[in-house]
């Protein structure tokens, strides 16, 4: 995507994630499982809902979701703001974490050692099964060189599988995966095509506490920007996945989620 192969389909990305789940406020590690949204994460999907569709207005807007029930049910919240059908594609689904799911930290820390070491020290996490991060990448990547042509798509997708496809679409390497931080529960990042590739606009967006007739009343950061990109290197609040950063840096990591 980064090659100059072409221009892709959607020359704007917004990466959502979903709302919070009870794992992961919890710090239980999902991949692939699929608890549902609890009261909060139904509660953000809500109020964040109409601040994105206020941001898309005018646009030709595709909305794609995992097919994990906790994607479906953030997007669903969006779909009638946007005014267009939810489409569901499988390849935006979480990263498979193998033996991981369903485990705490400390459960992981304790049944597999040296498994929680590597985490830890930030190396890939040998013989937990699952997905290789290669995979996830280019499962999402396909994902989105798939998309009908439009102005701007909304993807609604996971922890982990946001970090991987960002970083595909950025070209940025493992050694400097950890150069921004992972989403947190209903945050998003935005993307633009630019004449060079990718460029990350906005990272780690969430909506204010106070918000009136589906706009900002502070902190408003506008419509999307012009081709001038910037990141925020900062940890968010709620959320990680367990190859963005370790768990000691971080509060409410569901670790692929």
Do not use: K
């Amino acid at each position: 995507m980064t090659d100059g192969a072409g221009d892709p389909p959607v020359r704007r990305l917004v990466v959502w994630r979903h709302g919070r789940t009870e794992w992961n406020a919890g710090g239980r590690f999902q991949g692939q499982l699929d608890p549902p949204l609890d009261d909060e994460g139904r509660a953000q999907a809500a109020r964040t809902a109409p601040v994105l569709a206020g941001l898309l207005r005018g646009e030709q807007v595709l909305l794609v979701s995992s097919d994990l029930q906790r994607a479906v049910d953030t997007a669903g919240a969006l779909a009638p703001f946007l005014g267009v059908p939810l489409q569901v594609d499988e390849r935006l689904r979480e990263h498979g974490l193998g033996s991981w799911e369903g485990l705490t930290r400390d459960e992981v820390a304790e049944r597999h050692p040296e498994q929680y070491a590597d985490w830890m020290a930030g190396r890939p996490v040998p013989g937990r099964g699952g997905e290789a991060q290669a995979d996830v990448a280019a499962r999402a990547l396909a994902a989105v060189a798939a998309l009908p042509p439009a102005s701007v798509a909304v993807l609604v997708t996971h922890g982990g599988t946001a970090g991987r496809l960002l970083e595909a679409l950025l070209g940025i390497g493992p050694e400097h995966r950890r150069l921004f931080g992972p989403l947190g529960n209903c945050h998003w990042s935005e993307l633009s095509f630019q004449a060079s590739g990718w460029r990350l606009m906005r990272h780690n967006v969430s909506v204010p506490a106070q918000v009136e007739g589906g706009r900002w009343t502070t902190g408003d950061r506008g419509p999307f920007p012009g081709p001038s990109g910037t990141d925020v290197p900062d940890a968010p609040p709620s959320g990680a996945t367990p190859d963005e950063a370790p768990p000691a840096t971080l509060t409410d990591a569901d670790a692929a989620g």
